[in-house]
């Protein structure tokens, strides 16, 4: 009986996850659909491209912190030692996001330097650093929230509030008759997200930096930096393809062709949220499973997780494909990407069974693996994504994405069957 409520228990935290992460994803999507409909092309392409920056320059200037924050706060039972050891990764965050923004804005001011025009003001790159500083650390005071347990806080702080604002600020200037532009926009994200980040991390107890100057805690930063070292790498070749996608595809295919096609991988990423909420949820069982060497659980978790999502995501691509017609229409996109669509869903799929397997690894301190053959397989995919965008139509382009993920699921797979035998 206590097991059933257990698993009914964690069921419902899945389910309240994905209610909060599918409106997170909602509120992204709508605001891709409504920066289309209600902004010139020019000015759409502008701030979708930076708001997808500010997005992966996030989770790049965190390096590897996310599952470093989450397994060490779940770990810690005492709250006294869970609080010290809060803060003292919360200045480790501090000082790995202030070193690599410092050198996001020195390689900026260089490449203007250098006469690089990427098309963008130096005010909306400014202001789009300051989104990604600021959107890290309070992504950080979330995974802290994360591995208290507390995951409907923490779903909010991470993938609700910032966008959510933000479509609120473009819904306030459509209301006015007023058509933004990118600057606009952004000025509007920046002043979310500094918000955001003075009350979750400063005006909250439980986030706020400190310092823990004892041999344990010297040894503890030592460790945590290591992981999250490697676990950077991870992250990486990660968004190795995302990167390339959004620097490639404007340049090879033109403004008309990337609004599309960014409105279309948003809408497929709406088959990934199963993935993200049961990974949300069950990462620190995962880690509790590991440090008790339980493998015949950790074998039938992984395997009733890979079910969920690889049928999840199937039956969440049928209406969407059914209201194609209708996404297009709201989002007023310049081209009909109808192929690309099918074959990004299908990506999606594949990429979600692939982060469950990655997340089980990592929970298993399997980070050298995950760097190594995450990021083999991204070089060579973005390699193959550069060369096809170059010669080829979109929809082959498309192709090489899903093929990358695919090689990726079959590789992580193989890993975590010899793990788990």
Known sequence: MRGALMGSSRLLKVLNTLVLRGLGSGIAVLLTLL??????????????????????????FRWGLDDVIVRRIASSSDPAARESTAGRLMLLAHRRVAIFGLAAAAIA???????????????????????????????CAGRITQGKGQTNEATVILNVLAPGLCLAGLIAFVGFGESPTSGDLMAVYGGVSL???????????????????????????????????????????QQALNWGALLVVPLAYGERTFT?????YKVAMLVSLVMLAINFTFAS????????????????????MTLSVGGASILAAIPILLFKDTIYSLGHVPERLDVVLGILLV??????????????????????????????????????FVVVSVVAPIEVAALALAGNYAVLTIALQRRVGRLLK
Do not use: K
């Open 109 to 139: 001011v260089i490449a203007g330097a250098a006469g690089l025009d990427s098309g963008l003001r130096p005010a909306e790159l400014a202001v789009a650093l300051v989104v990604a500083l600021t959107v890290a650390l309070t992504a």
């Open 260 to 264: 599309s096609f960014m409105v279309t």
């Open 35 to 60: 920066a289309s409909r209600y902004m010139t092309v020019t000015q759409a392409a502008a701030f979708l491209l930076l708001f997808n920056v500010t997005t992966v320059g996030a989770v790049c």
């Open 285 to 304: 069982r995962i880690a509790e499973m590991h440090a008790n060497q339980n493998r015949h659980e950790l074998r039938t978790l992984t395997r009733a």
């Open 195 to 237: 918000a955001a980040y003075a009350i979750f991390v400063w005006l909250r107890a439980g986030a706020r930096p400190r310092r823990l100057d004892t041999s344990e805690g010297r040894a503890a930063d030592t460790a945590d930096r290591a992981a999250a070292n490697r676990l950077g790498g991870v992250v990486l070749a």
């Open 347 to 384: 990506s999606q799929a594949l990429f979600a069974m692939a982060a469950v397997y990655a997340l089980v690894l990592s929970m298993c301190h399997q980070e050298a693996f995950l760097l190594y053959t995450q990021g083999g397989i991204a070089a060579l995919g973005l390699a193959v």
